[in-house]
């Protein structure tokens, strides 16, 4: 309540508490090719245990960094959960296709860049073509299409060849960048939709840290699951390596457009205004 809060200082247990269950976390996935199972049980566990930790430090501080009750919307949740799975999958992807373009190609950085900037397209299409489409059919639906639509861009890059043309990944990378336009701006809107409007800040924050946080899981999983599966540094190796990481994102997709389904039958969203949002792309 604005009145607790406005004479009680800084979360900062709660603060403490959430990030080092973030770092513990992130880093358990990404340590997981080069620990023992024992070690990454114990690093995620920990992490698990400080997030526990931030849960009963909530509810007890008089001025909490996140009011524990804003959970209990369910846009929100849902929400969230998809922008920490949809980001997890992009920069994964992302990360794996640099990768696959420098490492097996032995492309130059400029020349992967220019290769990728066709993905920028959201940056077009959130302000032009996004807003339609909600004030059309709603959040709930958009979203949804915009994570199928990230989904079936990195399938169609599972089958990559050591040898592809520019033109064979070319699909994948515009459908990316269209996924992107669809369902960033609306999961904005689903995220602060209906909440208090003393608390859109905390909404917003929650979102842009589930992105961040999904972003530094899906680099982690990519990477930690690349580097399991590639037995040496032959090209025949690599290229497996980046096979068995490109389901990373994939899965990561698919969970989140599940769970965004669930907000299908939710009511149309009105469009207050224009939902292109700044990327959150590194």
Request: glycine share 12%; charged share 10%; proline share 5%.
């Amino acid at each position: 309540r604005p009145e607790r809060v406005a004479g009680a200082g800084f979360d900062l247990l709660g603060g403490l508490t959430v990030t080092g269950a973030i770092v513990l976390l992130v880093l358990g996935v990404e340590r997981a090719p080069h620990a023992s199972a024992g070690g990454t049980a114990a690093t995620v566990g920990a992490g698990l245990a400080l997030l526990a930790a931030f849960v009963a430090v909530e509810r007890r501080a008089a001025a909490p960094l996140v009011r524990l009750g804003i959970l209990r919307g369910g846009d929100l949740v849902r929400a969230n959960l998809a922008g920490l799975l949809f980001a997890g999958g992009f920069f994964g992807f992302q990360f794996l296709v640099v990768l696959y373009l420098q490492e097996l190609r032995g492309w130059s950085t400029l020349r992967t860049s220019l290769a990728m900037l066709v993905m920028g397209t959201d940056a077009i299409l959130s302000p032009l073509l996004t807003p339609k489409l909600v004030a059309r059919f709603g959040n709930a639906r958009v979203i949804f299409g915009g994570l199928l639509l990230a989904a079936l861009a990195y399938a169609l890059f599972l089958p990559v060849g050591a040898d592809w043309a520019y033109a064979m990944m070319l699909p994948s990378l515009i459908v990316v960048g269209l996924a992107f336009s669809l369902a960033y701006g609306p999961l904005t809107i689903a995220a602060t939709e209906g909440v208090a409007e003393e608390e859109q800040g905390l909404a917003g924050a929650l979102l842009y840290t589930s992105f961040q946080f999904g972003a530094a899981l899906g680099l982690s999983a990519a990477t930690a699951v690349n580097v399991a599966a590639t037995a040496s540094g032959a090209p025949a190796d690599l290229l497996d390596g980046y096979r068995a990481a490109l389901w990373v994102p994939l899965a990561a997709a698919l969970l989140a457009a599940l769970v965004s389904a669930f907000g299908l039958r939710a009511r149309r969203s009105a469009l207050p205004g224009p939902v292109a949002a700044p990327s959150v792309r590194a």
